[in-house]
């Protein structure tokens, strides 16, 4: 059951991408006014790639992760921009199309399992709808591919849990069947919104390297969307830093790890738990990321955290550039960032040698 | 399920037994007693009616007296109707039967202009459908169920003449299928106009369930896989809104038949309510006391059979 390809439109920009974003604006209506909650991504998917999204809760990752899959109430949302899976732009296919699409080849694996199932249905009932919808096995064959994706996410006593309801299953085990349901038609790209966020540590890693598995043996695209830049380092081959709705950098994992450059990723980066002390959370910047309505749309949206920063270092329209092979950055003002304690610490760090 | 169900019932015992002992301190605060429904010779002798009373057990502490009278009322003995110097049991019983056709009645019409009701103003909330919806339900609020029914036996059983205006079957139908079709006819409009005003509540509350439920991430996994939206809706948005209705239908009996007490007036059916405000204008208390039981019991079995409905359609309390 490999992807094909079903559109014969030329892909022209997408070039060998499996997903392939542009300019992608999501406007939700609040009162009389539509705000934009993602302002202007441009991000490509390959197969076999997983490329995280990381930024601060509210940042907008959820709210590009369901513009793909076209989730959004249309009557309170405005999309903007292309996305093409495969050359097919999702942004204007039919929505018979759209639902061809959804669960056949984009898989979506929600945060919170305890709510993502449907409490009143079995597993199997839920695992088999999508079959139902994308395939034309036979009910033994239904069953039989539905108990052969049981096994395959790890729940142990296949057969059982698929007579089960949710309820009876922990949170771990219901992940796994939310993600046995997104990988039932072997997708060609699988999007993970916060998969581990709601599990706790052992549980976590488990689904991780369930999903790392996926990847190498189906040769899918994974968008892994995350505020854990644990998960990133052991998950992500390419990594996008979101902030306020705009990547501010994008880079490969090691270049993003070894050289972040963008304040707020550096922010993010040493607000990382300390290996001494795991509360101790160093160098956290204040605030939030600021409500739809409040967010800054003029300069750059991260001057308002850091105002120890001379204006002058920013940029009046910042864009994402890319500043080595392959790590893009946005506005000028990492050049001369630094953290306000920045000289304290290493005396510290002195002290300590 | 069948655990459940069994604890369940074995709950009911005690609401049962504290409902028998309010009702029979009810009986006991209310003038007249057990002589007082025979007919009897005002001119008695007073020795011989207190002996009459101590025959009757009338001077026994209030347990034994509580037992005596519970053992009756379980035999279905409620002693004497003092207007109509008839047992109560044989006067009740054509009323609960007719009653309960009343309610039987209500509760499918409530049922069938709440369920497409409800379903579609909470589907498409805040369209004009939705909101012509909610705008009836607001007046199926404010309107009195009474003055309700008085408008609707004027226009559809005078005015138009649609309906009979009272009585709850044709004098002399026979039997058979005419006698039945003349019980339907006779039932349709009291039981629309106690419906019309009933369903509100059940409409209401569809809609902010399938509201609710439409919002949920369980929809949203649904939607990711692909189901189309009258599916999305059909098999997922629905049962789950229906849940929390299922659960209510039995309390939704107990409140039809509180509503019949009305409307049986008004539409002169012969029913328990309508033969309770007779009894209350004419003082026949020991019938007031039956029909005060009888509708506690209905509401104590409404309450069951909700939570038994919720036990066979909910997994979750399935399991339990
Ligand atoms: N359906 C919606 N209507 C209005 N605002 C929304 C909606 N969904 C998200 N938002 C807003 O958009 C911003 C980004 O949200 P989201 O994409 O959920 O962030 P993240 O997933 O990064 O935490 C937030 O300010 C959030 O309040
Ligand atoms: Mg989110």
Redo the contacts with the bound molecule.
């Keep these: 059951m490999k992807y094909q390809l079903e559109s014969k439109e030329v892909m022209s920009m997408t070039e060998n991408a499996l997903l392939s974003a542009t300019n992608v604006k999501t406007s ?1 209506r ?1 009162g009389d006014d539509y705000y934009a ?1 993602v302002d202007g991504v441009t991000l490509t998917v390959n197969n076999n790639e997983v490329v995280a999204i990381v ?10 992760a369901f513009s793909i899959l076209g989730l ?2 249309r009557f ?2 405005n999309l903007e921009g292309e996305i093409y899976l495969n050359g097919t732009d999702l942004t204007s296919v039919s929505t018979g199309k759209l639902n061809q699409i959804r669960g056949k080849d984009i898989g979506m694996i929600f945060q919170d399992p305890l709510t993502a199932l449907n409490p009143l249905k079995t597993i199997g009932d839920q695992i088999v709808e999508t079959l139902n919808l994308h395939t034309k096995l036979t009910a033994k064959e239904k069953y039989e591919r539905s108990i052969h994706l049981l096994k395959e996410v790890g729940i142990p006593r296949a057969e059982n849990v698929h007579q089960q309801f949710p309820h009876e299953l922990s949170g771990g085990m219901r992940q796994r069947v939310v993600i046995a349901i997104a990988i039932a038609c072997d997708p060609a790209l699988l999007i993970a ?1 916060e998969p581990t966020t709601a599990l706790d540590a052992t549980i976590q890693s488990q689904i991780l390297d369930l999903l790392n598995e996926l990847k190498e043996e189906k040769d899918a695209g994974i968008i892994l ?1 995350t505020h854990d830049l644990g998960v990133v380092a052991e998950m992500a081959d390419r990594v996008a830093v ?1 902030y306020a ?1 705009q990547i501010v950098e994008l880079a490969d994992v090691f270049s993003l790890f070894r050289n972040p450059l963008h304040p707020y990723t550096r922010s993010l980066l040493s607000s990382v738990p300390s290996v001494k002390d795991e509360k101790e959370m160093l160098h956290v910047i204040e605030g939030v ?1 600021p ?2 309505p409040k967010m800054p749309r003029q300069g750059c949206r991260f001057k308002d955290r850091i105002p120890w920063m001379e204006d002058n270092v920013h940029e009046e329209h910042p864009e994402l550039r890319e500043v080595e092979n392959g790590h893009y950055v946005r506005c000028t003002c990492y050049k001369h960032f630094y953290f306000p304690e920045e000289e304290e610490e290493l005396a510290h760090v002195d002290t300590n040698y | 399920m069948w655990k459940f169900i069994i604890r369940r019932i074995i709950i009911m015992f005690p609401q049962l037994v504290l409902l028998s002992v309010i009702v029979f301190i009810l009986a006991q605060m209310m003038p007249g007693d057990a002589l007082t429904g025979m007919a009897l010779d005002p001119d008695m002798d007073p020795a011989q009616l207190e002996a009459m009373r101590e025959d009757l057990g009338l001077n026994d502490p209030w347990y034994i007296q509580y037992f005596s009278w519970l053992g009756g009322v379980l035999q279905g003995d409620f002693g004497q109707s003092v207007a109509h110097a008839l047992p109560v049991s044989d006067l009740i019983w054509v009323r609960l039967v007719n009653t309960f056709w009343l309610s039987l009645m209500s509760l499918f019409f409530v049922y069938i202009l709440a369920l497409p009701l409800g379903l579609i103003s909470g589907r498409w909330n805040d369209t004009i459908a939705d909101r012509i919806i909610t705008g009836y339900t607001y007046i199926g609020f404010a309107a009195p169920l009474f003055i309700f029914a008085l408008i609707m036996l004027f226009v559809f059983g005078f005015q138009l003449g649609w309906f009979p205006t009272g009585g709850s079957v044709e004098a002399n139908t026979g039997g058979g299928l005419a006698y039945f079709w003349s019980k339907v006819y006779h039932l349709i409009l009291p039981s629309l106009s106690l419906a019309l005003i009933g369903t509100v509540t059940t409409v209401q509350y569809l809609r902010s369930e399938v509201i609710e439920t439409k919002q949920k991430e369980f929809i949203l996994t649904a939607r990711a896989k692909g189901v189309p939206e009258q599916k999305v809706y059909t098999g997922h948005v629905f049962r789950n809104s229906l849940l929390p209705i299922a659960a209510v239908f039995g309390y939704e009996i107990a409140a039809l038949i509180s509503g019949s007490v009305f409307v049986e007036r008004i539409f002169s059916y012969p029913g328990m309510g309508q033969l309770f405000l007779e009894s209350i204008q004419i003082r026949d208390f020991s019938v007031v006391t039956a029909l005060v039981l009888l509708f506690g019991v209905a509401a104590i079995i409404g309450a069951l059979l909700s939570d038994i409905i919720l036990s066979i359609v909910d997994p979750r309390i399935r399991i339990k």
């Design positions: 939700f609040i909650a930024g601060e809760s509210g940042s907008g990752k959820s709210a590009l959004h109430d309170k949302t919104d969307i979101m709705g990321v409500s739809l």
